[in-house]
């Protein structure tokens, strides 16, 4: 008699949850793969058959988590699944957040989320022109993503109707309040129709923060993710201790180390971005500033050259 052991490995596959078990329909599912996107990130995970099923949301989420499409994605799929209305199109959901830079990352997230979807939106924001929002606002849109200042005044002047709003997003709303907009905020609540469904996100959940979103929230779920590491692994630190004097000097010694890479350096003012910026460019290094003294089409002109290489450094405030 013979007896055959057979070895076997036993192979643990752990199920990780994809976009299909999120029920997702096909025409975002490909979208998100033309992204590259493989697998919801853990706020994506979480938040989006909440927000599907219509619920309210408070989403406690960094930036760069994926907060975006957690929102972004559910909101497509109710529009495009939801009752087709007759006639122009109505703003049927606002996006609601602090920065034009914000605003307009949004916007294009909608635009690759929503690419095989016959859904239209908009960005509007103040420090540029309002005549090509306005043109886009007339040819009817479902999506609207803004800043406050702009938005009130373009209701204010009868071009935007807020009156079909289902659903309606706090983006960012701890540095909305930094930023000095909660009158604006509140003034908008007024506005929006009673029956809606809000989703508020902020990264941090102090008391001003809650109470507000107890007041604007209906039965909410709660979605937290907290950062694993507040920086990226791939990101090595470094501290010089450093005369003001040399740090200039330090920092092109630096740069000159990696020739290829694309480097972002934070200055306290905006004085001091200019001043860096003015250094490098005499050291032919090409660079640019961002902040709130620059003009909007300055700051755009100025990350796209970033993102397209076109200069190498990008001077910032926060
Ligand atoms: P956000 O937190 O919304 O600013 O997103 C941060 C970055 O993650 C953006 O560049 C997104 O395009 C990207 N992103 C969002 N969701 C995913 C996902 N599921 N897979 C890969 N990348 C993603």
Do not use: W
């Amino acid at each position: 008699r013979f007896v055959y052991i057979l070895s076997c490995r036993i192979f643990l596959i752990q199920r990780m949850t994809t976009f299909k078990d999120l029920k997702l329909i096909d025409a975002i599912q490909s979208a998100l793969e033309a992204q590259g996107y493989e697998k919801p990130t853990p706020i994506q995970e979480q938040a989006i058959p909440h927000v599907l099923l219509g619920k309210d949301l408070l989403g406690c989420a960094q930036t760069g988590t994926g907060k975006t499409a957690a929102f972004a994605i559910p909101i497509l799929q109710q529009l495009a699944t939801g009752e087709v209305t007759r006639g122009k199109k109505q703003i049927r959901t606002l996006i609601l957040t602090p920065t034009r830079e914000l605003a307009t990352q949004i916007e294009d997230n909608f635009k690759e989320y929503g690419r095989n979807l016959d859904l239209r939106s908009a960005v509007i924001f103040g420090g540029v022109n309002q005549n090509n929002q306005i043109k886009r606002l007339q040819s009817g849109i479902d999506i609207l993503v803004a800043t406050p200042g702009r938005l009130l005044d373009l209701i204010n002047q009868k071009y935007i109707n807020l009156s079909h709003i289902e659903i309606f997003v706090l983006d960012e709303a701890d540095r909305m309040l930094d930023m000095g907009f909660i009158h604006d905020v509140k003034k908008l609540l007024t506005i929006l129709p009673k029956k809606r469904q809000t989703l508020f996100f902020s990264a941090t959940m102090p008391d001003s923060i809650l109470s507000l979103a107890n007041s604007i929230l209906t039965n909410p779920v709660k979605v937290e993710v907290t950062p694993a590491s507040t920086t990226a692994a791939t990101i090595q630190q470094s501290v010089y201790i450093i005369d003001k004097n040399n740090k200039n000097l330090l920092l092109l010694d630096d740069l000159k180390k990696d020739i290829d890479d694309s480097v972002l350096v934070f200055t306290r003012t905006k004085h001091g971005a200019d001043k860096i910026v003015r250094f490098l460019e005499k050291n032919d290094v090409k660079a640019a500033a961002i902040h709130g003294n620059k003009s909007q089409n300055a700051r755009q002109r100025a990350l796209d050259n970033f993102k397209s290489k076109e200069i190498k450094v990008l001077v910032a405030t926060d």
